[in-house]
Protein backbone atom coordinates (compact mmCIF):
# COMPACT_ATOMS: atom_id res chain seq x y z
CA UNK A 1 0.00 0.00 0.00
CA UNK A 2 0.75 3.34 -1.32
CA UNK A 3 1.95 5.68 1.69
CA UNK A 4 0.28 9.05 1.92
CA UNK A 5 1.97 12.46 2.57
CA UNK A 6 0.65 13.84 5.43
CA UNK A 7 -0.47 17.26 4.62
CA UNK A 8 -3.07 16.04 1.52
CA UNK A 9 -6.58 16.68 2.00
CA UNK A 10 -9.26 13.91 3.41
CA UNK A 11 -9.95 13.43 -0.04
CA UNK A 12 -6.87 12.55 -1.01
CA UNK A 13 -5.88 10.13 1.99
CA UNK A 14 -9.46 8.42 1.05
CA UNK A 15 -8.66 8.14 -3.10
CA UNK A 16 -5.66 7.11 -4.50
CA UNK A 17 -5.33 10.09 -6.17
CA UNK A 18 -1.30 12.12 -5.37
CA UNK A 19 -1.36 15.24 -3.57
CA UNK A 20 -1.72 18.39 -5.49
CA UNK A 21 1.48 20.98 -5.27
CA UNK A 22 -0.87 23.40 -3.09
CA UNK A 23 -1.66 20.72 -0.81
CA UNK A 24 1.66 20.18 -0.21
CA UNK A 25 3.09 23.54 0.35
CA UNK A 26 -0.28 24.10 2.74
CA UNK A 27 1.42 21.57 5.02
CA UNK A 28 3.20 23.39 7.93
CA UNK A 29 7.09 23.57 8.10
CA UNK A 30 8.76 21.10 10.07
CA UNK A 31 6.75 18.33 10.79
CA UNK A 32 3.01 17.09 10.82
CA UNK A 33 2.12 18.52 14.20
CA UNK A 34 3.39 21.72 12.90
CA UNK A 35 5.74 22.65 15.02
CA UNK A 36 9.57 23.71 13.88
CA UNK A 37 12.13 20.96 12.04
CA UNK A 38 14.49 19.63 14.69
CA UNK A 39 17.93 19.68 12.36
CA UNK A 40 20.07 20.83 15.10
CA UNK A 41 21.96 19.02 17.84
CA UNK A 42 20.73 20.32 20.87
CA UNK A 43 24.46 20.40 22.00
CA UNK A 44 27.72 20.03 20.75
CA UNK A 45 28.14 17.03 22.46
CA UNK A 46 25.49 15.00 21.46
CA UNK A 47 26.16 15.98 18.08
CA UNK A 48 29.83 14.86 18.07
CA UNK A 49 28.29 11.77 19.91
CA UNK A 50 26.47 11.22 17.26
CA UNK A 51 28.17 11.60 14.43
CA UNK A 52 30.81 9.09 16.19
CA UNK A 53 28.60 6.67 16.20
CA UNK A 54 27.31 7.25 12.46
CA UNK A 55 30.60 7.25 11.30
CA UNK A 56 31.17 3.76 13.02
CA UNK A 57 27.90 2.57 11.40
CA UNK A 58 28.89 3.53 7.81
CA UNK A 59 32.31 1.90 8.57
CA UNK A 60 30.70 -1.27 9.23
CA UNK A 61 28.54 -1.10 6.36
CA UNK A 62 25.61 -1.20 8.07
CA UNK A 63 21.91 0.56 7.47
CA UNK A 64 20.22 2.63 10.76
CA UNK A 65 17.82 -0.59 11.05
CA UNK A 66 20.21 -2.42 11.11
CA UNK A 67 22.40 -1.07 13.84
CA UNK A 68 19.19 -0.29 15.53
CA UNK A 69 17.86 -3.87 15.25
CA UNK A 70 21.00 -5.41 16.78
CA UNK A 71 21.44 -2.74 19.26
CA UNK A 72 17.53 -2.98 20.31
CA UNK A 73 16.41 0.45 19.46
CA UNK A 74 13.77 1.78 17.19
CA UNK A 75 15.61 3.21 14.16
CA UNK A 76 13.77 6.90 14.87
CA UNK A 77 15.29 6.58 18.00
CA UNK A 78 18.58 6.15 16.47
CA UNK A 79 18.24 8.13 14.12
CA UNK A 80 17.80 11.03 16.30
CA UNK A 81 21.40 9.91 18.62
CA UNK A 82 23.23 10.15 15.61
CA UNK A 83 21.57 13.91 14.55
CA UNK A 84 22.57 15.20 18.30
CA UNK A 85 18.83 15.41 18.99
CA UNK A 86 18.61 12.67 21.98
CA UNK A 87 20.87 11.74 24.84
CA UNK A 88 20.99 7.87 25.05
CA UNK A 89 21.32 6.48 28.28
CA UNK A 90 24.45 4.90 29.23
CA UNK A 91 22.30 1.31 28.61
CA UNK A 92 21.78 2.43 25.05
CA UNK A 93 25.04 3.37 24.87
CA UNK A 94 26.46 0.22 25.55
CA UNK A 95 23.90 -1.79 23.61
CA UNK A 96 25.22 0.33 20.48
CA UNK A 97 28.82 -0.22 21.15
CA UNK A 98 28.07 -3.75 21.59
CA UNK A 99 26.45 -3.59 18.68
CA UNK A 100 28.85 -2.24 16.74
CA UNK A 101 31.65 -4.61 17.79
CA UNK A 102 33.18 -1.60 19.88
CA UNK A 103 34.65 -0.79 23.29
CA UNK A 104 32.54 1.83 24.92
CA UNK A 105 36.12 3.20 25.45
CA UNK A 106 36.72 3.69 22.11
CA UNK A 107 33.98 4.99 21.22
CA UNK A 108 34.46 7.78 23.95
CA UNK A 109 37.81 8.42 22.37
CA UNK A 110 35.94 9.20 19.13
CA UNK A 111 33.85 11.27 20.85
CA UNK A 112 36.69 13.38 22.38
CA UNK A 113 38.43 13.05 19.30
CA UNK A 114 35.88 14.59 17.30
CA UNK A 115 35.32 17.68 19.92
CA UNK A 116 38.32 18.26 19.77
CA UNK A 117 38.74 18.77 16.26
CA UNK A 118 34.94 20.99 16.15
CA UNK A 119 36.64 23.28 18.79
CA UNK A 120 39.67 23.53 16.52
CA UNK A 121 37.74 24.60 13.77
CA UNK A 122 35.35 26.77 15.66
CA UNK A 123 38.36 28.44 17.02
CA UNK A 124 40.10 29.00 13.16
CA UNK A 125 36.52 30.37 12.37
CA UNK A 126 36.13 32.53 14.87
CA UNK A 127 39.81 34.17 14.38
CA UNK A 128 38.87 34.68 10.90
CA UNK A 129 35.65 36.44 11.48
CA UNK A 130 37.21 39.02 13.72
CA UNK A 131 40.42 38.94 10.76
CA UNK A 132 37.73 40.19 8.35
CA UNK A 133 35.79 42.00 10.82
CA UNK A 134 39.12 44.28 11.79
CA UNK A 135 39.82 44.80 7.81
CA UNK A 136 36.08 45.61 7.16
CA UNK A 137 36.59 48.11 9.91
CA UNK A 138 39.88 49.42 8.77
CA UNK A 139 38.63 50.06 5.58
CA UNK A 140 35.56 51.70 6.31
CA UNK A 141 37.78 54.06 8.41
CA UNK A 142 40.46 54.92 5.90
CA UNK A 143 38.11 55.12 3.18
CA UNK A 144 36.06 57.82 5.75
CA UNK A 145 39.25 60.04 6.54
Known sequence: MRRM?????????RSSRPCTAAERS???AGSARGGPAKTRA???????????????????????EALAFAA??????????ERGLRNPS?????????ALQ??????????ESAARVREGVELVLEEERARVAGVSVGLVQDGAA
Do not use: F, N
Open 26 to 28: ARP
Open 5 to 13: EEGCSASAR
Open 90 to 98: WMVLCALAD
Open 42 to 64: RSPAMGDLGRAIRELRRERRMSI
Open 72 to 81: SVHPTYLSAI
Open 102 to 111: IPVADLARRV
